[in-house]
């Protein structure tokens, strides 16, 4: 059986570049130069993530104009004022590459389908954890060149309402994190699905439909009707669009902010534990169909 090209790559790029303690390569080490492997891989796409921005900013002006005119219209909206509701719109634009709801599927649905798979298991490092490193350094070349330029647009243009405290922006960095870790550990369980079914692309559209919806890419959150929000906060979605952006925009603030945080994390534990499970029970459906 051989092994994918992309996975193998990365894996001989950790493995000779970590540091060596007693014969045995740091964990930490080898997770951090996963990391780095998924950034440049990520770098290479220099044409589409200008693409991306373009992209961002066009669909951001539109939103924005939609949204703005609403506001301004019915003097107020769902706790949204101009400033707010720009900073809503345009860092939702900015977070969109990072979280991956329009992005293509990740590599462990090809390695699945192909049973290339079986080489990850029999790696020395754990195949979630190791998918998720080199996703956080793809998010972070994403965010640079693509999210944080959009942000910078939608201030120029439209003025956003933004918080003034360094506490608002140190737990906005933390959120964002924790909404990237989310938003990949979503997609590594759908892929996962993988080893039951033929085809995951409707299962994957689904969830992306869903998922957005829910995230609040549209309208906020806050802005839908009670039964509808309930129903949104009984799901991970808002952790992974709406909750960076009330931390970030200052919306959620104090306490507010922590608890915020807080059931992002609580997300991000339950989700990665789904994948755990639904990955140790795929391991075994391996085993026993291919021996």
Avoid at 88 to 99: D, E, I, R
Wanted: net charge positive; aromatic share 10%.
């Amino acid at each position: 059986m051989r092994g994918n090209a992309k996975g193998d790559g990365q894996l001989a790029i950790a493995t000779r570049r970590c540091p060596v303690r007693r014969g045995r390569p740091s964990l930490v080490a080898v997770y951090w130069t996963f990391a780095r492997a998924g950034f440049k891989r990520q770098a290479q796409y220099k044409l589409a993530m200008f693409a991306g921005l373009f992209t961002n900013c066009v669909f951001g002006f539109v939103r924005a104009a939609v949204l703005v005119a609403a506001v301004r219209a019915a003097g107020g909206f769902g706790g949204y004022d101009e400033g707010t509701i720009a900073a809503y719109v345009w860092l939702s634009q900015g977070l969109l590459g990072a979280t991956q709801f329009m992005g293509p599927q990740i590599d462990l649905v090809d390695r699945i389908k192909s049973g290339d798979v079986a080489i990850d298991f029999l790696r020395p490092v754990d195949v979630q954890l190791s998918y998720l490193a080199g996703d956080m350094g793809r998010a972070a070349c994403t965010f640079l060149p693509r999210g944080v330029p959009s942000i910078v647009v939608g201030a120029a243009t439209f003025g956003l309402s933004m918080p003034t405290t360094p506490t608002a922006y140190l737990l906005g960095v933390i959120s964002v994190l924790l909404a990237v870790a989310l938003s990949f550990l979503c997609l590594f369980a759908v892929a996962l699905i993988g080893f039951w079914v033929v085809e995951i692309r409707g299962i994957r559209v689904l969830y992306q439909i869903v998922g957005t919806f829910l995230a609040g890419l549209f309208v906020p959150v806050h802005m839908f009707p009670d039964w509808l929000r309930t129903i949104a906060r009984a799901t991970p979605f808002p952790s992974i669009l709406q909750a960076p952006i009330d931390t970030l925009s200052g919306r959620a603030e104090g306490v507010d902010a922590l608890f915020t945080v807080a059931a992002q994390g609580f997300w991000v534990v339950v989700i990665g534990l789904l994948g755990r499970v639904l990955l140790r029970a795929g391991q075994r459906r391996l085993e026993v169909q291919g021996g």
